[in-house]
């Protein structure tokens, strides 16, 4: 994968970096769209393929890009294919970072030093690109407007922004509600897009700690209270509860 383009994990946290305050709106969701946005962008590349609700890896070959492809090979080592939901609500410690400090290698973003109450060390991100994070809210805003099916990788991330919360972010208030619907409906546009936004919410949900029976759970022995025991994460563990962190970034 030639860096020609920008990849639909960095747009995603672009479009949800406010260029004024240099915070992320919507930073724990954001967390799971950034590991949902790059399944996407791993299907676009045709390394991986949805396997009714779970991801299978169709090409183990590197995309050349490091953290797409650190994904990749973590999924090739499940071995089997991994539901979409346990992938998102497995724990993905860093992720958010890893992508701002990228975008500031690459120029678009510049860390700015401070303190919160005047104790803890944070961190935040300046656009210097706002250029760039004006055209791909500008093919949303087309998207929205005209209502022609937008492309792929458009429909896949406006089904990311939704899916994260970010509607209420870019279309604010009661005069983007009509905005904020319309962006909830280009999520039927691709199948991969809809898939992991339809997963990113059942994690925001719980759902991850529920997963659907099938009829190979119908002999499976009850747990408690009579219910069936849950099924087994293939190796993905829930997402752990997250305690106070000594350092805040780009929150």
């Not at 590349?45 to 169709?58: C, L, W, Y």
């Not at 005069?175 to 059942?202: F, K, Q, T, Y």
């Not at 499976?220 to 000594?246: K, L």
Request: glycine fraction near 12%.
């Amino acid at each position: 994968m030639g860096r020609s383009r920008r990849t639909i994990p960095e747009e995603l946290l672009l479009l949800a970096l406010d260029p004024a305050t240099g915070t992320t709106a919507q930073p724990q969701s954001l967390d799971l769209g950034l590991a949902g946005a790059q399944l996407v962008e791993l299907a676009m590349a045709g390394r991986i393929a949805p396997d009714g609700d779970r991801i299978a890896v169709v090409s183990p070959r590197p995309t050349g890009d490091p953290t797409l492809d650190c994904a990749l090979e973590l999924l090739r080592r499940r071995g089997a294919p991994v539901r979409a939901v346990h992938w998102i609500g497995g724990p993905r410690l860093g992720l958010r970072q890893t992508y701002l400090s990228h975008l500031e290698r690459c120029g678009m973003v510049h860390a700015v030093a401070g303190q919160m109450c005047g104790v803890l060390p944070t961190t935040r991100y300046q656009a210097t690109e706002t250029a760039i994070s004006r055209e791909i809210k500008a093919r949303l805003d087309t998207a929205i407007r005209t209502g022609v099916p937008p492309d792929p990788r458009t429909a896949a991330l406006a089904a990311l922004a939704h899916a994260v919360g970010l509607g209420k972010h870019l279309y604010p208030g009661n005069e983007g509600r009509s905005s904020r619907s319309r962006l909830r409906d280009l999520i039927r546009h691709d199948p991969m897009g809809g898939l992991v936004a339809h997963a990113v919410m059942d994690v925001q949900n719980g759902a991850v700690a529920q997963p659907r029976r099938n009829p190979a759970q119908a002999g499976r022995p009850a747990g408690p209270g009579g219910r069936s025991a849950p099924e087994p994460a293939r190796g993905v563990p829930a997402q752990p509860h997250r305690g106070s962190m000594a350092r805040v970034v780009a929150h």
